[in-house]
């Protein structure tokens, strides 16, 4: 079959252990991002399985339509950016492994991260280290302070782990199942929304990114948190309400956030005020690039082509009469 691999910016997945799998076929990585639709079509015309690196590129109805040769698209995960009636309607046949299981540590180590470099402002005090001059200020110690987990997942219920062996206080909130599910099992869970936010010293939301969770945190939400308090998303951007990070953290509360993912990637530096506002520790969504997430991700990937391939594919997401 002939494959073609989109967004592989660092020409990653070849040196992995899981992409000798794809051995026999004709596979061609794309190691760039290609935001023009019809220079896109051009390059993957002849395409017959499309692999997909998240959300990194969209795959509309117009897209779809200059691909004469797609019969499948593989990935891993949700797919937001993906038409999926018009695959089926084209007969192109989507699979994408929603990795039940184990968490993502990758985004659960850089969710960590973002939050220890915010707290102890590393980049600013490396910054100042760097030209020459000593401390810019005082950070927060973590122990003791509360942590608000949004979302009661994989990769929540990781970061919860670590917040508890620097012996924070945890307490959650999410969907009215999400918050049952943590209180069956003998966690904390606030009283309210409002109490949510307001009380927590840092918010951390891990939610999967579906039309209803579209916006779900609202303005009024950011506004409830405190001016010392940090807000966190290694999610994904459109769980926000448009704009109201950026409104939020001009109005002061929260006084701060780490962010890892925006609403159009890769980003524009020239005119995104978000990346480079004072208030934020932004990162360019890596919080899954790490050798041992791509490895664990890519052999679904991969594996979900062979079956089909074999006549007997995997994960399907549309069924096709």
């Not at 490396?126 to 020459?132: A, T």
């Not at 949004?150 to 990769?155: F, L, P």
């Not at 606030?190 to 579209?214: W, Y």
């Amino acid at each position: 079959m002939d494959i073609h691999i989109l967004d592989d910016w660092f020409d990653t997945l070849s040196s992995l252990p899981c992409f000798a799998k794809l051995a026999g076929h004709t596979v061609t990585v794309w190691t760039d991002h290609c935001a023009d639709e019809e220079k896109l079509a051009n390059r993957i015309k002849d395409a017959e399985v499309l692999v997909l690196f998240r959300e990194r590129t969209q795959i509309t109805e117009t897209l779809l339509a200059r691909l004469p040769n797609l019969r499948l698209i593989s990935q891993r995960g949700t797919y937001p950016h993906i038409d999926v009636d018009a695959c089926s309607a084209k007969n192109i046949l989507l699979c994408s492994a929603m990795h039940g299981g184990a968490p993502n540590f990758a985004a659960a180590e850089h969710t960590w991260a973002l939050i220890l470099a915010s707290v102890r402002q590393l980049p600013q005090q490396m910054q100042s280290l760097q030209k020459g001059q000593w401390q810019i200020g005082v950070g927060k110690t973590l122990r003791g302070r509360t942590i608000g987990l949004y979302g009661y997942g994989r990769i929540a219920k990781a970061v919860a782990g670590y917040a508890k062996a620097f012996e924070m206080k945890v307490v959650w909130w999410g969907s009215e199942a999400g918050r049952q599910s943590a209180k069956d099992a003998g966690e904390v869970v606030a009283n309210s929304r409002e109490e949510f936010f307001s009380q927590s010293d840092i918010v951390s939301i891990h939610v999967r990114l579906k039309p209803k969770t579209r916006g779900l945190i609202s303005a009024a939400d950011l506004a409830q948190m405190r001016a010392d308090a940090l807000f966190v998303n290694t999610s994904r951007a459109a769980l926000l309400e448009n704009n109201a990070l950026l409104h939020a953290l001009n109005n002061g509360r929260p006084g701060n956030a780490a962010i890892d993912v925006f609403d159009a990637e890769p980003i524009n530096w020239t005119n995104d005020t978000l990346a480079t506002h004072p208030k934020i520790i932004a990162t360019p969504h890596i919080g899954f690039v790490t050798e041992d997430e791509y490895e664990l991700q890519f052999t679904d990937i991969f594996e979900q082509i062979i079956a089909y391939h074999n006549g007997s594919p995997i994960n399907v997401i549309n069924p096709l009469s």
